[in-house]
C-alpha cells in the first residue's frame, strides 16, 4: 500500500486528488496538508467527504511527510514546491508537483513568465514532464515529476501526433482554448463569483498566459524545432472541463484517414485517448468526471488548414487524474489503477 | 456474473445504470434496451461510454430477456412493465422496474393518479418496495421490486424515522422539493430547453404530482396512520440532484440531541445516509454522482415545527443506485458493491 | 430633474439602482458613492456601464450629499444608514435606504435578529415601509422610506390579500423561498464562488433568517394579529429573480374564483401585480429584469390548504425598482416613470 | 406611428423584436405571426408578456400583413421569406428579413450552403445587407433589408476596420466564436435540452457554418480582396451572448495606439460600438439585453499576430436589435430610438 500526502489539499485539484485516491487500491492517503484549514476535519471543509474522510488537516511540512510517505503531492501556488525541495526530500519520496514549478526547463522562461525566483533550479534537470502517453518510460524511473498543466495537456495531446510526423506547419498554431471555471480555484475573489462567471463569456490572459511557454516547450520536442504560438484562454460557465480548438496550416494534403492514422499510431493503444469517429466533436460533458481525452480534427480544404479539437476534465486528466496515473507508473503498477471512471452523463 | 438485461437504457436513468454497472464487480451488462435506438450503438447514443460499451441498442424484448437475464431493470414509462410482466418472466428473471407499476398498493390510487390502466394489477401484492432501508428484508426475498421515485425517496427518508416515531405530527407534514432537470427526462420538449429551465425556477405539478400517494402510503405505513400531505415540486435549473425541505408540527417537546438520537436509531449503521452535524444543511452538490442521503433538521421553538431536510442525486439514490442496492440485496451480495460512489465536487 | 445620490453604488443592488436610474426621464445621478471604489471610474467597476457613465466613485458622505442631491439611496449594509441619519439630512432630502434599519418597528426585534445596535431608533416611528402596494399613501407623505428586503417583498405580496381579509390560519403559515445569487451580493466568499453555487441547491438561515421578523410584522398588520411563521430562503444556481412558494390552512371553504376575486380586490388595478391565469405557476424568468410581481394559488382540497406562489426580480421589484418607484411616489412623479420595463426572454 | 408586422413572433429573435418595438415609441406591432400558435394569445406562449401584450397570434400571411403593416420583419426559417417575396409586397410595405435569403448576393453560394434552391432570387440584387455601421447610406433608402446573421454581425464588425486599411492579411483570418443557447431557437431538439447543454462546451459545424460565407462575403468588400477564412461557433452554456476571438498575421508593424486610431476612425461616432479601454477584454455580460458592440484586441509580437475580441447580445446586436435599428434608418427616425438600452449585470 502506498502511502500518499498531499500538499494543497484543500483546493480543488487537491480535493480531486483526494477522491481519486479513495478508489485507489493501492494507495492511502496519510496526510491532508493544508495550511489554510490546519486542525479543520477534511470532511467539514469538503461537506461531500464527510464520514468518507475523518481526518483532519495538517501543516504544509514537506520534511516530516517525506518520512512518512512514499509519494508526495504538491497541489499548491508556483513557487511553494521549489522552494521547499531538497535532496533529502526526494531521498525518502517520489514527489508529483501539480505546480508549474519543474515544468520548464529553461529557468529563465519559468521567471520571465511566472515572475518569481526558481528557487531549486538544480532540479529542473531532473524532473520529467509528467505526459504520460508522451514520457512514460522516463516517468517510470522519476524521483520527481512535474504534472502537467490543464490546458496545457490538452493543447499538447490534441496537436502532438500532427507536430511529431510534421503534418502541419507549427508556424501557423493557434490554440484557442476554454475552460470550466474550477481551473481558477477556490480562491474567494469577485471575478470568481457565480454572479460574475454566470450567463458570461470572456477571454481572459490573451498572449500572455503562463501556460503558453509550456505548451511551446513540449509541441517544439515533437515538432523538433522552436514554437512560437498563440495560446488563448477563455472562461466558460460550467465548473469542470477544458475544449481546445486548434487551428493550423497542413504541409502536405492528407486525407481524413491520413491524419486518423497518424492519431491511431501513437494512440491506437491509450487507454485514456480516444479518437472519435468521423464528424463527431468533442464535448467536455462527456469526458467529465473521468481520466479521458477525447480528440478529432476537421480538414478544410478551402483554407488548407486542419481543426484539431480536443476535450479533457481539467481537474482530472488534466490535474488529480494525471497525477495519479503518474504515481501508477513510478511505482510500477497497472496505468488505470484508480482510473476506470466513467464519465458522468448528464 | 449476475448477467443484467436494461429495458429503456437510453434514457437518462438508464444511462445512469449503465455507469454503474459498468463499475460493479459482479454484474455484466447483456442487453441494452432502446426502442427508439434500435441497432444504434450505445455508445453513439451516449458519448461518453464511447470505447467504453460497444453493444448496440436491442429492441424492448423482455420475454427474450427474461430467457437470457438474470435480472431485468425497467426504466420506462409509466404503464410498459405493467403491460408486460407475466408470471413467466418472473419465473425466470428478477425485475427491477424503476417506473411507478409497482410502487402503490391501491391499484385504484394507481389509476386515478396516473391515468391510466393497470394491466398486471395481480402482481401488485408480491411486490416489494424497494427502499433499502426500510425494506430490506422483504427486497431480499423479492422476484419483483419496485423501485421508488426520485422525489420519494427523498421525501420518506427525510421523515421517516420522526414518522415511526411519533414524533411530529402527519397531518401537518408539508414537502417542498425541488430537483435538477434530469429528472424530466430526455425527451424533446420546449420547456426543457436550456434557454427555457437556465437563470429559472418554477413549481409544477402543484397538488397534483404523482409522487404524492406514493410517498403518502409509505409514510402512513411509518406512522401508522392515513396520511395526507402537500408536496410542491419544483424545476431548479442544474442537471442532478434533488433537495427536500419538509414542515411539520412536533408533537411532543424536543431537543435536536433527542431529535438526532432517533435518527441515529433508525440509520446508525446505515452506510448511504448521513445525519449531517448540527447547523449544517444538506447540499445537492455534495452528494452528486453518489448514493448519498444526506439529511439534517432545524427544530423552530417559535412555531413549534420542525424543518427537515435532505439530498441526493436523483439518477443514483432517486433511480439507478437504488436499483443497483436492490439488486446487491436481491442477490446477497454486499449491499454497496458497485456503489462505493465518492460524491465528485465540483 | 430630481438630483439623485446613490450611497452603495457598486452593489448589485447600487448598480441596478443605476440602470433604472438612468433610463428615468426625470432623474439624474449625481452622485455614485462607494467607500471601496473611491475615485475609480464608476463603468470601470461595472463594464457594462463603460461610455454610460463617465463619472467617478465617491466617498459615502452622507451630509455633503444631503446638500447636493434631492433624495438619496442607501443601498449599504446593515446599521450604515441609522448611523449617519440626522435630522439635518432628512431637512434636506428624501431618503430611501434599501437596508433593514427602519423597516422593523419595534427597535428591540431589530437589535435581536441584527446583532447590532440600532444607531439612530427616533427616526424609526417616522420611516414609512416602502410597500408601494401596501403603504401608497403614506409613502406620498415621506421624508424616510425604509425599502422592504428582497424576500420580504415577495412573501408579503404573495399572501396579502388573503392575510388581509381572513381567508388563511396565519398559524399555519409557512414560506419557502428560493433566490438567486445576487441577493448575497458582490462581496469576495467562497460559498458565493461560481464552482460553490452552480449545480447545487441548499436552505441557509433556516429558522433564522433576519426577513422573517419584518415579514411576520407586516402580515401581521394585515392580519390584525401577531403573526410566528417559518421562512424558509434557498440558493439557487441563477443571477436574479426570487419565487416563494407558501403554504397555509384555509379557514373557510373557498374556490379558485373566490380567492381570485380577493386578490383582484387589492391587486386589480397594480400596474406592477399580475395575477396569472389559472394553472399557471409564477416563473422567475417571466419576470426577469422587471418590476412585476407574478402571483398565483392553488386550492388543495385534499389537505384543505391553500399554496400561493410569487415571483419577481429580486434586484427590481426586490430592490431597485421599488426603490425608483417609491422614489416616483415620494415626488408625485407617475407611478411607474421608468419602471415600464418589459421582461427579457430567454 | 409606424405600423409593424411580425412573422415568426415566437421563436426567440421574434419574441425579442416584441420586446424591443414595446418600448420603441414611434412603433406599434400590428401583426404577431405564428404559425404554430395562431389564435393563441402570445402572452401565453410568452408568458412574459402576459397584460402586456393581449393580441392573439396570426398566420404567416404576408400579403395581407403587407396591406396592413409599414414594415413586415421576418423572423423565420432560411427560405421562408424568399418563397413570400413579390413586388407587390415591397411596393406595399418595408421588409427587414432576419433570415438569410437575401444575404448573399451569389445565389449560387446561397444555395450551396443552405442547400435549398432560392425562391426569388431577383430581389437580391435590391436587397441591402443591414448592417448599419457600414451600410447606413443604402439602409436609408432601401425597401428590402437582408438583417445580417448574429456571428456574422459579431465577427465582421470586429476585424472590419483592419481589413479595410490592410493592416491585417485576410488570408490568416482565424474566427473563433462562442455563442449563448438561444441561437440555436425554439425548436425542441434533444441536442438543446438543458441537461445536454449545461456543464458542456462543444464546437459544431466546424469548417460548414452556414454564416461563413456571409462573413468572406463581406470582409472581402471591405478587403477588396477575395476572402476565405476558418469560422468555428461552438455552444456555450448561457442564454445569451456571443463572443469572438479572431486571429490575423499583422500586415506591417503596429501598435496598440495605431490599432485603437483605426477603429475610431470607423466607430469614433458610433453609439452602438465601444471600443474598450486597453487590456480590457469583452465580456458577453456587459453587453447582455443592450444592442452594444464591445470590442478590443491585443497585438502578440511573439508571433506577429493581432487578436480581436468582440462581443454582442447574439438577440438584440445579432438579431432584433439590429432589424431595429435598421427599421430606424429606413424610417428617418433616430437610428438609437427604441435601443437605448443599459446592459443588464448580473
Redo the contacts between chains.
Sequence with gaps: MIKAGIIGATG?AG?ELV?LL??HKDAKIIWYGSRSYIDRKYG?V???????VDEKCLDDNMEELAKQADVIFTATPQGFCASMMKEDILAKAKVIDLSADYRIKDVAVYEKWYGIEHKSPQFIEEAVYGLCEVNREDIRKARLVANPGCYTTCSILTAYPLAKEGIIDMG?L?I?A?S???GAG?G???P?????????????G??SHRHTPEIEEQLGYAAREKV???F?P?L??????I?V?E?ASLKKEVTYEDVKAVYDKYYGNERFI?F??EG???????????NYV?INV???S??N?I?M?G?IDNLVKGAAGQAVQNMNLMFGLPESEGL?L?????
Design positions: 480543488y480535493g477522491r479513495l478508489g467539514d469538503y461537506q461531500n467527504m464527510f464520514q468518507i501557423t493557434i484557442d476554454k470550466g471555471t474550477s477556490r474567494a475573489k469577485v470568481n463569483l457565480y454572479c460574475e462567471v454566470n450567463e458570461n463569456i470572456k477571454a481572459y490573451v498572449a512560437a504560438l498563440n488563448t477563455h466558460v460557465p460550467m465548473n469542470r472541463g475544449l480548438t487551428y480516444r472519435l469517429d463527431v466533436c468533442p464535448e467536455t460533458k462527456w469526458v467529465e468526471g473521468s477525447d476537421k480538414i478544410d478551402r483554407t488548414r481543426i479539437m476535450a476506470k466513467v464519465p458522468m452523463f448528464p
